[in-house]
Nanobody
Framework: QVQLVESGGGLVQAGGSLRLSCAAS????????VGWFRQAPGKEREFVSG????????LYADSAKGRFTISRDNSKNTVYLEIDSLKPEDTAVYYC???????????????????WGQGTQVTVSS
């Protein structure tokens, strides 16, 4: 089992930046790819970005390209999502998820991930 805990969310003005963290514990010796998702009120959970277990490859949704940066520090069992130039439409609960099945492949469908965090709220005011 792997436990994931997100942090770093908050209330920020449009144009600001945030760095979200996803800390893993438990069976962290197993390699995992990690994805970040977000869910706005009344909307489905959507893929934002993903990173392979080694960090050598990343993937971004079109809505995240140019403003979002995913990275990971395996010595700290932590994956980060930095969001710049925040917009009100970025307001959502952000979740990280881990997959042990395809550590070297970034998965997009949420249903394919094995472990989920509880989420961290990001609210962007205009």
């Amino acid at each position: 089992q792997v436990q994931l805990v997100e942090s770093g969310g908050g209330l920020v003005q449009a144009g600001g930046s945030l760095r979200l963290s996803c800390a893993a514990s438990g069976r962290t010796g197993t390699h995992y790819s990690v994805g970040w998702f977000r869910q706005a009120p009344g909307k489905e959970r959507e893929f934002v970005s993903g990173i392979t277990d080694s960090g050598d490859r990343t993937l971004y949704a079109d809505s995240a390209k140019g403003r979002f940066t995913i990275s990971r520090d395996n010595s700290k069992n932590t994956v980060y999502l930095e969001i710049d130039s925040l917009k009100p439409e970025d307001t959502a609960v952000y979740y990280c998820a881990a997959s042990a099945v395809s550590a070297s492949v970034i998965l997009v469908p949420a249903r394919l991930y094995d472990y989920w965090g509880q989420g961290t709220q990001v609210t962007v005011s205009s």
